[in-house]
């Protein structure tokens, strides 16, 4: 019964848009535990039995909000299902994580470092070099880079299709960016694989996800940027925070061109709202410098 709402409720998800990859893990995860035990409908208690069973309170209640949203829909056709509280195991406290804005010298290291990887005579160290230069140069998601094809690559930039909501963007390149990528493409040409996936390892298949953020902490590891296995650090997605950092430090501090220059950087970037972008942004000494001359321009008047 559960499992039968389940494929009807993941499959609502994916129609109007959302990939629902993780959402579907932790729902199956929790339709099995309560089918074990008999359960054909939703029952508070046993949500939060399941939900406590993870090991942080923000995984916790992750679990309970997903299945809450899961009770809410099934509980509209059948009110035997019950809805548990958003606040059964407290409130919600959303603490951002501070990104860290890499600098030039560490963007630089960590390329350096891809490219000692072994074995060094096949295609794995340039792929992973043109992969982590183009998360830095382009701010993509690391899934749009990992989902990018061959004919994905155009005399225009990069196609990136269907990420969120189904929508799909053109990414222009940078000369540099585009000569690097040339560089992987003959290199890619050499290996005569038939896949179709732009990033593929030296057997010609593409990497995993999981594979890619581990070869990338080992890296930072080995650079000093992040301490041991289980300690924070800096992520490969700090790679889209600092990519919208450093585009806004090099924009005009005029608030007019501020203002295009954030419309554009929420297109570039693939947000659908432009709240999401501010998300992404840091002070940084360059930002803050200019906020204050900004200021000071206002307070005397100078700003119209």
């Given at each position: ?69 899961f009770a809410l829909v099934l509980a509209a056709e059948d009110l035997r299902h ?91 390149l940078h000369d540099t960016t585009r000569d690097a990528l040339d560089k992987y ?120």
């Amino acid at each position: 019964m559960l499992s039968q709402d389940l494929s009807r409720y993941v499959e609502l998800q994916r129609t109007v848009g959302f990939k629902f990859r993780v959402q579907h893990t932790l729902l199956r995860s929790f339709v099995t535990f309560a089918e074990k035990h008999g359960d054909r409908h939703i029952q508070v208690t046993r949500v939060l039995e399941w939900a406590t069973l993870a090991p942080s309170p923000q995984q916790r209640r992750n679990r309970l909000v997903t299945v809450r949203r899961f009770a809410l829909v099934l509980a509209a056709e059948d009110l035997r299902h019950q809805i548990p509280s958003a606040e059964a195991l407290g409130r919600n406290l959303l603490k951002r994580r501070i990104p860290h804005i890499y600098t030039r010298d560490e963007i630089t290291a960590l390329l350096q470092a891809a490219a000692r990887l072994k074995p060094s005579d096949t295609i794995r160290p340039l792929m992973y070099e043109t992969l982590f230069g183009l998360l830095a140069t382009t701010g993509m998601r690391i899934s749009e880079a990992l989902a990018l094809r061959l004919e994905d690559v155009t005399a225009d930039g990069l196609v990136i299709r269907q990420t969120k909501f189904q929508k799909s963007r053109l990414l222009p390149l940078h000369d540099t960016t585009r000569d690097a990528l040339d560089k992987y493409l003959l290199a890619r040409r050499r290996l005569g694989t038939l896949n179709s996936m732009l990033f593929v390892s030296a057997i010609g298949a593409p990497p995993a996800y999981s594979t890619v953020i581990a070869v990338f902490l080992r890296l930072a590891r080995s650079l000093g940027l992040r301490g041991e296995p289980g300690q924070t650090g800096p992520r490969i997605h700090d790679l889209r925070h600092t990519f919208a950092v450093r585009s806004l430090e090099q924009c005009q501090p005029d608030h007019h061109a501020v203002g295009r220059h954030i419309v554009a950087l929420s297109t570039y970037l693939g947000h659908a709202h432009v709240t999401d972008t501010y998300w992404y942004l840091q002070a940084t000494p360059i930002l803050l410098r200019q906020i204050a001359a900004a200021g000071e321009a206002l307070h005397q008047g100078a700003v119209t």
